[in-house]
């Protein structure tokens, strides 16, 4: 904005987009609806920050049980193991599945684990006012919600499990407790990425000139 002063955000200029529909609209009074679909249309999301960071905590809580119990419990020869995400990565390594290996530990480890860090950087960032260029922070905002639905990869790892199954390594295979808690952390880190309202993103930059 520095580059160019003439430069407004529709909030500076009284614009309110619709989430809905995404209709510009002028907003005159608080409780503004869409003129095209009726929704409601405000200038940024409600309490944005507290929601999506009341998100990311349950999902940060959630993604320590889900590590630690046992996601799944399958009998291999006739004795039964628990297997949690990491053990069951060692597991595939021990088979000399690598890339079996490879696929769980991006899609259950550094998949959650980048969302969360992703989303907490982009709260304190607008919390703090931060200078980093809004570009650079939408970039990472549209990366966060790229992920998303890459946390269905682990219904991808779930089909190789039984394809491993039917290969007679294992003979049979059941969800252990920390499965729920994965299911619950995607969940919440989907939640967050929703509340967070990328407007925000762009309100520091105006403010010190
Ligand atoms: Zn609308």
Known sequence: MKDNPQV??????????????????????????????????????YRSLEYTLAWTIAAVVAFIPANLYPIMIFTSL???????????????????????????????FIVPLGKMLGLLILIVTVKTGSKVDPKHRTQLYHLVE????????????????????????ITSIEAGPGAS?????????MFAAESFDPRLL??????DD
């Open 8 to 45: 407004k955000t529709a909030k500076q200029a009284g614009l309110g987009q619709c989430l809905k529909c995404h209709k510009l609209n002028v907003i005159t009074h608080k409780d503004q609806r869409c003129t095209c679909c009726q929704a409601k249309v405000s200038l940024r999301k």
């Open 78 to 108: 006739g004795n039964p193991e628990a297997s949690t995400i990491l053990s069951g990565i060692e597991s595939f390594i021990q088979l000399g599945m690598y890339p079996v290996a490879l696929v769980v530990f991006i899609a259950s």
């Open 146 to 169: 790229f992920l998303g639905p890459w946390s269905m990869l682990d219904v991808f790892v779930v089909a190789l499990m039984a394809a491993v199954v039917n290969l007679g390594f």
């Open 181 to 189: 808690y994965f299911a619950l952390m995607v969940i919440f880190t």
């Open 202 to 207: 762009w309100d520091n930059q105006n403010n």
